[in-house]
């Protein structure tokens, strides 16, 4: 299962891959897919949302630009230098922390909190009332604050 062709990824290379250039695409593709499916979800090929395929062809570019993952090469008076933040994970597929994200928004796996009322085995739940406290990254929708008649707790 790959969310992107391998026309696609050639589209995005600057270079027209060799051979052994083009197994290898085949690989990080495949990769980047499993990759988008476990950061999101596991969409059907034909109906994934076009950011999966963007996301995933710009992850096996990336790899596809620096299969070694070198931070830096020397040829005579000509440096070239990669970025290396991405330490441990350079030179393999990789998503980065804002395409994470993205994967995860478009799948609805959003982290959130939650309150749950807890009460001890036999007992009765005591009346509540529901206040709302505000919060500075949703002002429409405040968070809910359980507490009984007598106090907070």
């Known amino acids: 299962m790959a969310y992107a062709t391998l026309d696609e990824l050639k589209g995005r290379l600057d270079w027209e891959p060799d051979e052994d250039e083009l197994r ?37 570019a ?6 070694n ?13 990669w970025s290396d933040a991405h330490g441990r994970d350079a030179g393999s597929v990789y998503f980065t922390r804002e395409e994470i994200r ?5 799948a609805g796996n959003r982290a959130g909190l939650t309150s749950a009322p807890v009460i001890a085995w036999g007992s009765r739940p005591q009346p509540s009332q529901t206040g ?4 500075d990254y949703s002002p429409a929708s405040p968070f809910p604050l359980f507490a009984d008649e007598v106090g907070p707790w």
């Open 69 to 81: 993952g070198y931070t830096q090469s020397r040829a005579g008076d000509e440096t070239l230098a």
């Open 62 to 67: 990336r790899y596809m630009r620096n299969p």
């Open 132 to 135: 709302y406290v505000p919060v």
């Open 102 to 106: 993205l994967l995860e928004n478009l």
């Open 24 to 60: 290898i695409a085949v690989g990080a593709l495949d990769d980047a897919s499993d990759l988008a499916a476990t950061y999101g979800r596991d969409w059907p090929e034909n109906s994934a949302p076009r950011l999966v395929r963007t996301l995933v062809l710009k992850s096996a």
